[in-house]
């Protein structure tokens, strides 16, 4: 950090070369770099592709399951707008549990919850040494 301004390390980042012994083998990993390089395409759609002659030297087939495909494919739900109006203090309240931290507190806790009153945006933390601290610290 210089200022107010963080700076990154230049830096080259090697990948993994994937070396193959047949070329069974290379048709497999072109056709598996096709498939995430394409946003993890699904065999149908990859199909398509080659069918049009738009990915050369790829051919299809079964690519079986991988864990990375579903992580790759999840996305975020977007929250609908919600209006409150709130009139009092405690009429609405947010609260946010975070945790577990890599480093312990001084009181030996990992994990903290929020409470935030809508109406007065007065906020409220409590430190947990677990989790499952949060109902004894909401009543």
Same mark, same amino acid.
């Given at each position: #950090?210089?200022?107010?301004?963080?700076?990154?390390?230049?830096?080259?980042?090697?990948? =993994?070369?994937?070396?193959?012994?047949?070329?069974?083998?290379?048709?497999? %990993?072109? $056709?598996?770099?096709?498939?995430?390089?394409?946003?993890?395409?699904?065999? /149908?759609?990859?199909? =398509?592709?080659?069918?049009?002659?738009?990915?050369? @030297?790829? %051919?299809?087939?079964?690519? @079986? $399951?991988?864990?990375?495909?579903?992580?790759?494919?999840?996305? #975020?739900?977007? *929250?609908?707008?919600?209006?409150? %109006?709130?009139?009092?203090?405690?009429?609405?309240?947010?609260?946010?549990?975070?945790?577990?931290? /890599?480093?312990?507190?001084?009181? @030996?806790? =990992?994990?903290?919850?929020? *409470?935030? %009153?809508? *109406?007065? /945006?007065?906020?409220?933390?409590? #430190? #947990?040494?677990?989790?499952?601290?949060? $109902?004894?610290? $909401?009543?």
């Amino acid at each position: #950090m210089k200022g107010k301004l963080y700076f990154l390390d230049e830096s080259i980042d090697t990948g =993994r070369v994937v070396v193959s012994k047949s070329l069974e083998d290379d048709e497999a %990993n072109n $056709f598996k770099l096709c498939h995430m390089c394409l946003g993890h395409a699904g065999e /149908k759609a990859l199909q =398509r592709l080659v069918n049009q002659g738009l990915l050369k @030297g790829a %051919n299809t087939g079964k690519h @079986g $399951f991988y864990e990375h495909c579903v992580l790759e494919k999840q996305t #975020m739900v977007k *929250f609908g707008t919600a209006i409150h %109006n709130t009139k009092e203090v405690l009429d609405y309240i947010y609260k946010n549990i975070w945790g577990p931290s /890599k480093n312990e507190s001084i009181g @030996g806790n =990992r994990w903290f919850v929020t *409470f935030i %009153n809508d *109406f007065s /945006k007065k906020a409220w933390v409590y #430190m #947990m040494k677990h989790k499952d601290e949060v $109902f004894d610290v $909401f009543f």
